[in-house]
């Protein structure tokens, strides 16, 4: 069976959604699985086993010249790259209209289809038109988590039921060390959205904690503010706060894979950390954990809701995860996090 997974962005999209290979593949062994994501986001998929073809799409970039003749010829080599497989499946996982499109685009094998939403979930992004741009609906609990909504989007287009543990077959993960007391914590402060930042002074505050703690502050950055960002707090912490070089994910996801943890605002590099099965404390300053926290791992925690946490309420829950990740390392090892069962699909639409 052949497979092409649409998920375009945005990074910690993409990682949540990494759970579904291994549920195809536990499923299906001999399942060939693609996968159409946003070029920044691609090397990062290049990492999780068990995807055959990563098909790099520029959408974003596309549209700020969309009818160049270097554009026109980027989105043909798109196209041709996209038809050379036909597939019995197309999963449209982002459930908008750009990226129906994409899965509406592609080829399918005789007796495929392409599947996506039925209906929107609270606080997932979803555009209704995309039921009349494939032909097989999945409908979706109105209040799910965003790795729950995924797995059971790709368990009921294919017929199989997919319970227990969030497994992220990514491949940082498997060449990671067990996390060590006295090596860096990651300040993942970077975000896209400003009602998601916590303060600098907190992150400061913070960092001061784990460097009397015993750690190293590790501080990745991404773009002008951010470095701006981590330059002062560095100047503010001393010789123990790094500040990492520019990255790619793939990159960012080995070197955080060797930290004793990440301490993260809700972004992309905290679903990272999640994946990576590191102990972590994610920072929420709205009430959304519910729906993209980490759940069902105690060293993988969320602090906050309505409103930031202070660094009181943080250094406590990172005490907390260190605790809980050495008790459930000092006996069998743990296999993967963030567990949440995924409702029984029955019969595909």
């Known amino acids: 069976m052949r497979v092409l997974i649409v998920k375009l962005s945005s990074l910690g999209d993409v990682v949540q959604t990494m759970p579904v290979v291994h549920d195809i593949l536990a499923a299906f062994p001999r399942a060939q699985i693609d996968w159409v994501v946003e070029e920044a986001f691609a090397p990062l998929v290049q ?32 196209t041709q790259l996209l038809h050379a497989q036909d597939y019995d ?15 509406r685009s592609a080829r399918l094998a005789k007796g495929g289809f392409r599947a996506t939403y039925a209906n929107g979930s609270e606080l997932c992004s979803y555009e209704w038109p995309v039921r009349c741009l494939l032909d097989r609906w999945v409908p979706m ?17 294919l017929g199989y039921s997919a319970d227990g543990a969030n497994i992220y077959p990514l491949m940082a993960w498997s060449a990671a060390p067990a996390a060590q007391e006295g090596l860096g914590v990651v300040l ?3 975000t896209t959205r400003a009602d998601n930042e916590w303060p600098e002074g907190h992150w400061i505050a913070l960092g001061k904690l784990l460097i009397a703690q015993g750690h190293t502050v590790e501080l990745p950055r991404a ?4 470095l701006a960002r981590v330059e002062r707090m560095a100047l503010a912490l001393g010789p ?3 500040i990492w070089p520019a990255l790619t994910l793939a990159e960012v996801a080995r070197r955080m894979a060797t930290c004793s943890g990440v301490v993260g605002v809700d972004s992309g590099l905290s679903h990272m950390a999640v994946a990576l099965d590191v102990p972590h404390v994610q920072i929420f300053s709205q ?13 993988q925690v969320a602090v906050g809701g309505n409103a930031a946490p202070g660094v009181d309420a943080v250094w406590n829950a990172w005490q907390k995860v260190q605790s809980a990740y050495g008790l459930s390392h000092s ?7 963030a567990a949440q069962p995924v409702p029984n699909p029955g019969a595909a639409m």
């Open 47 to 78: 990492e999780v086993s068990g995807v055959r073809r990563v098909l790099s799409i520029a959408q974003r970039r596309w549209r700020k010249s969309w009818f160049s003749a270097p554009t026109k010829a980027e989105r043909a080599a798109f």
């Open 89 to 103: 499946a197309v999963i449209d996982f982002q459930g908008l209209i750009k990226s129906a499109l994409v899965a």
């Open 141 to 157: 609990p109105k209040r799910i988590h965003a790795v729950a909504r995924y797995r059971l989007l790709a368990a009921t287009a």
């Open 188 to 190: 993942a402060h970077g």
């Open 223 to 226: 773009g002008a503010l951010e």
């Open 240 to 242: 123990q706060a790094h």
């Open 287 to 299: 009430a959304r954990a519910w729906r993209a926290g980490p759940v069902g791992c105690a060293y």
């Open 331 to 337: 006996g069998p090892s743990v296999v993967s996090s």
